[in-house]
Each structure stands twice: as C-alpha cells, then as structure tokens.
C-alpha cells in the first residue's frame, strides 16, 4: 500500500475499458494542469468543460448504468471497485469534481431501486448523452426530519399530481436532466416524526409518501440560488404546480423511505474515498514543502513535532486506504442474508472522513503558511474535508446508526457468556485484575463451550447459523453490484449477525501495539458486560457517542488487519498505525470516564481500557523515511 501517485499509476487490478477511462480522467485533469485548476476554483467557474469530457468519453454513462440498463454494453455495470477508484481521483484534484460525480449517484439510486422501467429507460439514455443527475430529498426548514416534508402532491381528477414545495441543499439542482424527489400526498395524513423514532409507524401511516422525478429545465421548477459559495452548484429550488405523471412516480409509501435510506447507503461509501483522494494529493504538497525547506540550518522533516506529524499523518492515510480498501470487498459480496456492509458503510462514511480531517489538521502544522497560499491545493483540500463528515448524514446520525451493531458485533454468538458479568456482584467497582480474570475466564468458556452447546441447543444453533459467513474475498473482478438496488426494507439493523472479530487481531498479536489494542478491545468488552449503557444512558446521545467512538475504532481496526494481510503490509507501518490506534483509544476512554452521565462503574472500567502504546524509535524511524521518501514522487502539472 502506499499513495497515489498521478504520474506513475496504472490500475492494473481493472479490466481494459475502465483502465482507460481511468487514465482518461487522470490525463484530462494533468494537462489543464493546477493553474486553471486553481482558477477556476477561485472564480467559482462551473466545470462545463469537465462534463464536456465526460459526455464525450462516456465516463458517468459507463460506471453507473447498471448491467441490466447497458442495452448488451459490456463495459456498462455498477462496480463499486472501478466507482471508489474514481471517487479517489476526483477528490485528488477538487471536490467540486467528485460532488458532481456524488449527486449523480444520489440522485440515479431511487431511479435503480425502482420497478419504473420507463424512468430507468430514461435515466439510461440521459446518462449516456452527459446528463447528471440529482437528490431531492432536503428541506431548509426540515433537514433530515424527511416525515415532516413539505413537498406537496395534489391528486388531479384526470390521472397524476400536481407538485408544490421547496427543497434546499441540492447538489446539480442547477441542470439536473432527471431529480429524484421526495414528497408527500396531500390527501393523507402525515407521520408525526416527534413520535416517529420511539414507535414505528404502521403500513398505513407511509402511505402518502412517494419519490418522482423532476426535470430541472421545466417551466414549473423555479430555481432559487447556490446556496454556497463554491464551484459546484448547491441548490435551492420550487416547485409550483409542477405536472407529475404516474409514469413519474418511483416509489410509494414505506419504500420511498426505503429508498432514500438505501441511496444513501450506497452514496455516502464514496465521501471516504474522496477524503483519501484528497489527502493524499494534500500529503504530496506538504511533504514537498517539508523536505525542500530549510530553517536554522535544518530541513522542517528534521524536526521533532514535525516528524511526529508527518508519521502520523502517513500512518492514518495508510490505515485509511487499508479500511477502505476491504470495506469495497464487504459492500460487493453483500446479500439478503450477508448485511454487515451496512456498519462498515457508516463508518467508512463517519470514521476514514474524520481521519481525513485530523490528517489535513496535522498537515497543516507541517505546510504552515505555504499551504494558504494561492497556487496550492492545500487550500481545496482544507474546506472538502471539513465538509465531508459532515454529509449524508453527520457523524452523530451514522455513530447512532452503528451503535445498532454493537452488541451483535461484540458478544454474539461467540461471546454471549461474557455477558454473565452483568449479574456478578460488585463487577463494575471490582480491581482491575479481578474484574479481568472473570472475563477472560468467561470469554475463554464461551469461545471454547459454546458451539458444543449449540449442538444441542436450538437456539444457539440458530444463533451460529446466523454469524457463519463464507470467506470475504478481494472483490475487484468486473462484476455488477445488482444486490446494491434491491437492499430490502432498511429496518432490521439488529438481527444482523457478525463472525467472532477476535481472530484476525490474535493473528497480528505478534505484532506489539496490535497486541495491545486487543487487550483495550477485550477491556472494552468486560465493560459493556459489566456496566452497560442504562435506559436513560441509550437516549442520550453525547453519552453514546462516546460509547460509539470506543466501539467503531474495532470494526476499523479489524478491516485494517484483514486487508493488511491480503497485501502483505510492512509490520512497521502496521505497528505505527496501531501505535496510533491505542493512543485515541485511551483518549476516548477517557472521555467517557469523564461523561457526566456516566456511572460508577463505567467511569472504573473506562480506566481499564487506557494504555501506553509500544514504543520504538527504531520503528518510529523506520515509517518516517517511507513517508518522507514521496518528497518530489509528484507534483501536478502547473
């Protein structure tokens, strides 16, 4: 694993046609060169002459029309490899590119999703003149509150709607061919979301609900303004008294929400490609900078908070790729019965695109001033990673939505007995040593008792069968990812069943903060066992995000070892990476001992999961060289 590198790359785990369009769009974006790059970035100078190549070489049409619409074109498929590839390229160069790439992608998912086969005929056919596409589901007054939406649909006695409703923040709302739409009928009730949350709604109460399509160059969508100040269009729109025809109509009741939850599933797995892409392009320029400036007779790499900041910085990247890297594998050999894509979706989402952040922070101390500076994409770089963990959902939506994982991911089936602890006197308060004696006594049990239990116990045996999972595979072939637009009801989050996390974590135990991070990780474990979140602590949303950072950091963590040992990644990268992994750890321990909200028991076992990492200055150094050899690998043409 190591970084981009425009000038070098060859995409050779691609077939021949996306290999070439690949290149195509490296090439396109070289020979304009940083300069107009930059320039048009500064005067706000919508891209037409990007989606000019793109019509002309077919790219969107190509990467997102799914099989089944490619009218027999055999490079035409939904391949999430070939489309995260692309993500990463776009983000390297700006992420105005790949917001426009992203709200296609949006607004295309409810089209796919349907069983409109004169939308997705059209939609097919857009794509392939150069159309983009848009997702008209927010509303300045509403957000995310989608049961509340004004968006308002008249029933007409001779057939259809009339639409009436404003919607906010929609990226390609300016020339969008096709916007799937999100809206409500006028003559059914509307859900109350106050209540929505507690008590799910019935059949019936959805059933005014419903995704259309809308043409943004039609006389009845009045477009607003760029609600940003940005070279991509964010829009805000109107539509009155806009026509819609049954054969406008994508989804009805429940499955509108389905859809919507859905496409988001599907779209927001690309912001952390798009942080990688970015920070790497921004990794690059710093690292130039670093090496080639001198001060005090000293080069900056020379010096001691630099050097931290750079391994640092290249560690998290690498651990970024790792993650993400086999997290395309998950989403790619998803099913009905295979659906734990839908945690490593969230944080690749939530966790890579936060890691991207704190890389350009770090960075940022390294570049200092030369990073404001105006022939730079340093500064590009800055404001798209402060704004992707910040869509498609906020970090706090997708830390709620992965919590919903946590117990099946920690305790069931292989580790259902830890949860004994819960009923021993005294184990929230009990030492240290004691408390970790019974739950290692207690983990060792359900590991090595259990699955002879489930032999004769039905519903252990039904227990396993749930988390019995074939073999993950790299998933890079030139397949089409079909399962993506029929994921089902968005519900049942809870039933998902995960396989024993521990293995592949005791099989890089050799390695020293690895080994120290499942000791945290087990810790972690004898505390929800022995102090687990209250009633009141579950409807407590600062609490629980800082049970969630404590929690996310291990489906992470584990995606990291397993791609690391698909590619064989040097042990002192992955020492580093986790060097950094038990130092945030410990962090958010911390932070939760120190919870208002927290009991007793939770600020005594929260102690329990802080540990100093493995230090060594030889491995320290042994990183540092790896990330300060890309000085001068490459430079965007000027």
Known sequence: MTLFNPKTCEFGEFDAETRRLLRATVDWFETRGKAALKADDRDRVWYSDFLDFVKRERVFATFLTPAAQAAGDPNKRWDTGRIAMLSKILGFYGMSYWYVWQ????????????????A?????????????????????????????????????????????????????????????????????????????????????????????????????????RNVVDAQMYVAAFDLEQYPVAEDDILHRGEAAFHAAMNTVNVGKFNLGFGAIGACEHAFHEAINHAENRVLFGHKVTEFPQVQSLVTDSYARLIAMKLYSERAIDYLRTASPEDRRYLLFNAIEKM??????????????????????????YFPMAMLGLFGLPRLEGTVHVNMALSLKFMANYMFHPSDAGLAALRYLPGAGAAPKGAVRAVSGALSWSSRKLTPRASAAVPQLRSEFAGARYPAVPTRRDAADDEFLFRQGPSSGLGRIRFQDWRPVFEQFAHVPNVA????????????????????????????????????T?????????????????????????????????????????????????????????????AVSRVRFEQVLEQARAHAGAYQMNP
């Open 351 to 376: 966790s890579v695109t936060r890691q991207g952040q704190r890389i350009i922070e770090d960075l940022a101390d390294v570049i200092a001033a030369r990073g404001f500076e105006n022939d730079m």
């Open 516 to 551: 120290v991070f499942l000791e945290q990780a087990q810790a972690f474990q004898t505390l929800l066992a022995a102090a687990a979140p209250t009633a009141a602590q579950q409807r407590d949303v600062d609490f629980l995000f800082a049970i969630g950072e404590l929690f």
């Open 553 to 613: 950091a291990l489906p992470y963590a584990q995606l990291v070892l397993e791609q690391a040992a698909i590619e064989h990644t040097d042990i002192a990268v992955l020492d580093q990476i986790f060097d950094g992994f038990v130092r945030e750890f410990s962090k958010n321990a911390l932070t939760l001992h120190t919870k208002p909200a927290a009991t007793k028991a939770q600020q005594t076992r929260a102690l329990d999961l802080v540990r100093r990492p």
């Open 103 to 118: 709200v296609t992608i949006l607004g295309l998912g409810p089209i796919w999703q349907s069983e409109n086969a004169t």
């Open 120 to 224: 997705k005929a059209k939609a097919a056919a857009l794509l392939d003149s150069g159309e983009i596409f848009a997702f008209g589901l927010s509303e300045k007054e509403h957000g995310a509150d989608v049961y509340s939406t004004d968006m308002v649909l008249e029933p007409q006695e001779t057939g259809g709607y009339t639409a009436t409703g404003a919607k906010h923040y929609i990226g390609n709302g300016n020339l969008a061919a096709m916007v799937s739409v999100f809206g409500r009928r006028a003559d059914k009730p509307i859900i109350d979301s106050a209540t929505a949350l507690d008590s799910k709604p019935t059949q019936e109460d959805y059933e005014g609900y419903l995704f259309f399509v809308a043409d943004s160059r039609h006389q009845n969508y009045k477009l607003g």
